[in-house]
């Protein structure tokens, strides 16, 4: 525009920008210098070239802590990609109190993890209210302490942020299917299309990049499981729920290895980065 010198929007954004600079660029960057050095918070950093890669490939808690988050990444698949898409496709139909569902199923996403955490202790401890129901159901013949059950443990964690979670994924894709013209809906009602036709042909079809954006999203939480495990088990029992999360912030804040923790939190993030840019390629062609 005629007398608007060229630097005017740069001002305008240099606010967002400065604190961009200071609470990413500059953690980050520090990160990535720190993984390359042996410091212990106390002593100077101290330059170790490529070690703490090296003792990375040879810690068998790390790759214990990288299967359990892969499998944090399987079990929260169907919780956070599949059932939130049959969820939405529920609101999404004009009934009695179903904008009192959609609050109710939201309000576990706007509450603490903390808390939800400690409630859900409640819930899995010996003596229960999942012990007492299954228990009197007659499926269990004694309790089960599951969060001291290596079995159990994880998929006990997986439960919980799936059900904290499911609601804001159910968000995404409301959002999504209040996209679709009702008339293609119409149209197949009166070609004799079954509802799971039609949520197989018209709505899944154009929900690709909601569906795309879940799994990403979906991903980057499974892969950064923190809260949930410091509050609940610690990563125990026996390493059962020892997530990539939580090793790092042991690494740093219980032993001080800050250099070691930078260099595994450096090969998460280009790891989330891949899976990133592969979900990415994947659903590019079919959206």
């Known amino acids: 525009m005629p007398g608007q010198r060229w630097y005017t929007p740069y001002l305008f954004a ?11 660029v500059w953690p980050a960057l520090t990160a990535i210098q720190l993984s390359f050095m042996e410091y212990d918070v106390v002593s100077p950093p101290e330059f170790v070239g490529l070690d703490n890669f090296v003792k990375m490939m040879g810690d068998s808690k790390f790759w214990t802590a990288t299967l359990n988050s892969v499998l944090f990444l399987i079990g929260l698949f169907p919780l956070l990609v599949v059932a939130p898409l049959l969820l939405a496709v529920l609101v999404n139909q004009r009934l009695p109190g179903i904008r ?3 609050m109710l199923y939201y309000l576990p996403v706007v509450t603490s ?3 939800v955490a400690v409630a859900w202790e409640y819930v899995f401890h010996q003596q229960g209210v999942l012990n007492w129901i299954l228990t009197g159901a007659g499926l269990l013949d004694q309790p089960i302490q599951y969060l001291l059950d290596p079995f159990w443990a994880l998929p006990a964690l997986i439960l919980v942020e799936g059900w904290k979670s499911m609601g804001f994924y159910m968000m995404i894709y409301l959002a999504g299917l209040q996209t679709i013209d009702s008339s293609l809906y119409e149209a197949a009602r009166v070609d004799g299309a079954s509802a799971w036709h039609r949520l197989r042909r018209i709505t899944v079809p154009l929900m690709i990049p909601y569906i795309a954006v879940a799994i990403t999203m979906e991903m980057l939480d499974a892969m950064q499981v923190f809260t949930s495990v410091y509050v609940m ?3 125990g029992p026996q390493d059962a729920t020892l997530t990539l999360g939580y090793y790092i912030w042991s690494a740093a804040f219980e032993h001080y290895e800050m250099g070691y923790a930078s260099a595994m939190g450096l090969v998460l993030w280009v790891v989330l980065i891949g899976m990133a840019m592969l979900n990415y390629r994947v659903t590019r062609g079919r959206s």
């Open 100 to 102: 009192t569902f959609r």
């Open 113 to 115: 993890m903390v808390a």
């Open 14 to 24: 240099l606010p967002a920008l400065a604190l961009f600079g200071v609470f990413f």
């Open 233 to 235: 088990t610690k990563g």
